[in-house]
């Protein structure tokens, strides 16, 4: 499969068209009706989860999101394919692939309040915390596989990063690292066209970025990344290149339907035109078409379902929103064991802040 979608010639691999109808029979992955049906829910609880987060926030109840909208088969594949004993080394976009690894969306809340607990999923197994400083995930990425290489584990990462990140060094040299290590590392990058504001056309020169990592000397593909299917067999194939100790790289298509985060404003530089074309490839929906072709769903559960997510989701909330107030000045303790004198000089000058703001009321 990976020969066949040679990433110099720009092709893109997918199994469903845009209506749910199988293109290609022989790519279907091995995977059983009830999996779909409980991928297809998992894709539905994220996204659901994901509009009730960016509605929260405009209710001033959270700092800051970054929406998943669109973006649910890249996660929704890695939840089908990722076992206990593999890792998951993500950026700040894969709330499905968080969940699937254990992390809870009390957490995930947490996190986003601003609260150092929720960099911790204390119940998930083999995941690295959120990292917003783009791709610098990557570099651990590899020396968690370097290590499972060098124990002999039976262990795959799976390091996620968007396409923006791809013109860091630290994208370079990880891929590099990986290779000439042989780590059992699968690269995913969710090419969701935008680094924010700025287009992936002024990105990058390359004809696509799966392209990238021929001259790293790695298998390579680029894949639908709103096509559930391919995802998973794009996955599976990788996961056993990755586990034979050659690195893969999948550039996964999407579209970020959303805004960058709940503090942009896409409407200043793209236009409704582009943004309703790329509706029309929405994940969710081309999987609900191949469901109901099969009979394998209906709307009527959908509703049912909807609203138990959203009962769901209002409680974990909740739980977030009524944890512990922490006190502000924990931010200075986090890092340092023996707080250096720079460190000390802001923290009483924030001091001194508090007792100015206190004075004012
Ligand atoms: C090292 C670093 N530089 C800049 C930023 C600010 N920043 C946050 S998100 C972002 C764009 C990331 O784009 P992409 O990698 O495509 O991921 P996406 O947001 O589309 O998921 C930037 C520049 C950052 N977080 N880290
Ligand atoms: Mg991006």
């Given amino acids: 499969m990976f020969k066949e979608y040679n990433p110099l010639d720009d092709k893109l691999f997918q199994v469903i068209d845009k209506d749910g109808k199988i293109l290609a ?10 999996r779909v049906i409980q991928a297809f829910n998992d894709m539905l609880f994220a996204r659901t989860a994901d509009m009730m987060a960016v509605s929260y926030q405009r209710q001033g109840r959270m700092f800051t999101y970054p929406p998943n909208f669109g973006q649910e088969a890249i996660s929704g594949g890695l939840a089908v394919v990722m076992r206990d004993q593999d ?23 947490l996190y986003f309040m601003g609260y ?37 584990l039976d262990s795959v990462v799976y390091a996620i990063v968007g396409d923006g990140g791809t013109s860091t060094g630290d994208f370079h040299e990880a891929l590099n690292f990986a290779a000439v290590w042989d780590a059992p590392v699968v690269f995913i990058v969710q090419n969701n066209q935008f680094a924010i504001s700025v287009p992936f056309k002024k990105q990058t020169r390359s004809i696509n970025i799966a392209v990238k990592g021929i001259a790293y000397g790695m298998e390579c593909i680029k894949v ?12 599976q194939e990788a996961a056993k ?6 690195p893969v790289l999948i550039e996964a298509l999407t579209y970020r339907r959303g805004a960058h985060t709940t503090s942009d404003d896409p409407t200043k530089y793209r236009t409704k035109e582009e943004e309703e074309t790329w509706a029309l490839a929405d994940p969710i929906d081309r999987l609900r078409k191949y469901l109901v072709s099969k009979k ?22 909740e739980e977030a929103e009524n944890y512990p107030a922490y006190a502000l000045d924990d931010v200075f303790k986090f890092h340092y064991a023996d707080m250096p004198a720079d460190l000390r000089r802001q923290q009483v000058e924030y001091e001194k802040f508090l007792q100015w703001k206190e004075a004012r009321k």
């Fill in 25 to 34: 029979k022989k790519h279907m992955p091995d995977i059983s009706d009830e």
């Fill in 87 to 109: 890792w998951l080394v993500p950026a700040f976009r894969e709330l499905g692939a968080w969940l699937a690894k254990g992390a809870s969306l009390k957490e995930i809340f």
């Fill in 296 to 317: 394998l769903w209906n709307e009527d559960s959908e509703e049912a379902l909807l609203a138990q997510f959203k009962k769901e989701i209002d409680r974990q909330f």
């Fill in 116 to 152: 150092e607990d929720g960099t911790v999923f204390k119940d998930a197994k083999n995941i690295t915390p959120i990292a917003v400083p783009i791709a610098s995930q990557l570099l651990h990425a590899v020396g968690i596989g370097y290590a499972i290489k060098y124990r002999k």
């Fill in 241 to 246: 290149l990755a586990g034979e100790g050659k």
């Fill in 224 to 235: 639908d990344g709103n096509d559930l299917f391919a995802m998973v067999k794009a996955l």
